[in-house]
C-alpha cells in the first residue's frame, strides 16, 4: 500500500508539473506574441512620425515656394532696374574712359608733330 500511495503521490506530483509547465509555456507564448505585437507597433509609429514629419517640411516647403513665386515678379524688375543703372554707369564710365583716351592721344599726336616740325625746320636749310 504504501508502494501504492509512492506512485500516486508521483503521478499527482508529475500531472501537477505538468500542468504548471503547460501554463507557464501558454504565458511565455503570450509574453513572445504580446512582444512581437509591440515590436510592430513600435515600427509603425516611427514610420508614422517620420511620415508626419516630411509631411509638415513639404507643406514649409511648399508654403515658401508660394512666397517665392508671388515675390519673383517684384524681384525681376528690382534685377532689370538694377542691371540698367549698372549698364549706365558702365557706359558713362566707359566714355569717359574712352573720350580721355582718344583726347590724350590726340594731345600726344599733336605734341609729336610739333616736335617733328621743329626737328625739319632745324635740320632742313631755309632758302632764304
Not at 92 to 120: G, H, T
Request: aromatic share 8%; hydrophobic share 35%.
Amino acid at each position: 500500500m504504501a508502494q501504492a500511495k509512492a506512485k500516486k503521490s508521483t503521478a499527482v506530483k508529475s500531472t501537477a508539473k505538468k500542468t504548471t509547465s503547460k501554463a507557464s509555456n501558454d504565458l511565455n507564448v503570450e509574453k513572445v506574441t504580446e512582444t512581437v505585437k509591440e515590436t510592430a507597433m513600435v515600427g509603425l509609429g516611427v514610420y508614422g512620425k517620420l511620415f508626419d514629419r516630411v509631411q509638415d517640411r513639404m507643406e514649409q516647403v511648399q508654403s515658401r515656394m508660394e512666397t517665392v513665386r508671388k515675390e519673383t515678379p517684384k524681384k525681376w524688375d528690382d534685377f532689370v532696374k538694377r542691371g540698367e543703372q549698372v549698364k549706365d554707369a558702365a557706359d558713362e564710365r566707359v566714355n569717359d574712359i574712352n573720350f580721355s583716351y582718344k583726347f590724350d592721344m590726340e594731345e600726344q599726336r599733336a605734341k609729336f608733330r610739333d616736335v617733328v616740325n621743329a626737328l625739319r625746320a632745324f635740320v632742313t636749310p631755309s632758302k632764304a
